[in-house]
């Protein structure tokens, strides 16, 4: 089992940066793969952003350029630098962790943090 918290959401204007943070309640050293996902009213929920154990990175390509994301294992932390950011990045948004035990899966969530980018 393990317990995200996200944190870092805000208000923010059209142009803006926010870095979003994605704390564990433990050890993400094992933890294959951690991503940041956004869903905003009346649309399904989409990952924005992910890294592997490795440090692999993908990112949707609406975010390319704009969105970092890093995960820092000796603070169990994962992050989310967001730059230049727009009206349509208005969202809540959750950071999840899959792992992989042998042939087991699991993915655990956290609760959201709400982002609001106005114009």
């Known amino acids: 089992q393990v317990q995200l918290v996200e944190s870092g959401g805000d208000l923010v204007q059209a142009g803006g940066s926010l870095r979003l943070s994605c704390a564990a309640s433990r050890s993400i050293f094992s933890i294959n793969f951690m991503g940041w996902y956004r869903q905003a009213p009346g649309n399904p929920r989409e990952l924005v952003a992910g890294?592997?154990?490795?440090?692999?990175?993908n990112y949707a390509d609406s975010v390319k350029g704009r969105f970092t994301i890093s995960r820092d294992n000796a603070k169990n932390t994962v992050y989310l630098q967001m730059n230049s950011l727009k009206p349509e990045d208005t969202a809540v948004y959750y950071c999840?962790?899959?792992?992989?035990?042998?042939?087991?899966?699991?993915?655990?969530w956290g609760q959201g943090t709400q982002v609001t980018v106005s114009s």
């Open positions: 999840k962790a899959r792992e992989w035990i042998g042939t087991r899966l699991d993915d655990y």
């Open positions: 890294i592997t154990s490795g440090g692999s990175t």
